[in-house]
């Protein structure tokens, strides 16, 4: 099973950006499908990305509206999510996730292996 680490969250003020990591501590994510979600408190947890395996097609949430860009490093080691124009609303544990394939609807039920996540908080 692939152990996730995800990291680059922090404390950014409306407006900025963050690039958040995603790596695999023995394997390579360049097999492998990555999705990208968040969960902020009291809230359920909501796709906001995938990268597929082969072509590395990519999907995003709605709520995206061209401000993430989600891509692979060039070694195919790491996949990145750079986000930009960050909002309050984006406040959340974002956490990636390993599988076959991206599901077109971002839906988290398709991962089997998961990274403990890594705090985002955009507050002034």
């Known amino acids: 099973q692939l152990q996730l680490v995800e990291s680059g969250g922090g404390l950014v003020q409306p407006g900025g950006s963050l690039k958040l990591s995603c790596e695999a501590s023995?394997?390579?994510?360049?097999?492998?499908?990555v999705g990208w979600f968040r969960q902020a408190p009291g809230k359920e947890r909501e796709g906001v990305s995938c990268i597929s395996s082969v072509i590395s097609r990519t999907f995003y949430g709605d709520f995206v509206k061209g401000r993430f860009t989600v891509y692979r490093g060039q070694a195919k080691l790491k996949v990145y999510l750079e986000m930009n124009s960050l909002e309050p609303e984006d406040t959340a544990v974002y956490y990636c996730a390993a599988g076959d394939d991206c599901d077109a609807s971002l839906s988290p039920d398709v991962y089997t292996n998961w990274g403990r996540g890594t705090q985002v908080a955009v507050s002034s």
């Open positions: 023995e394997f390579t994510l360049a097999h492998f499908a």
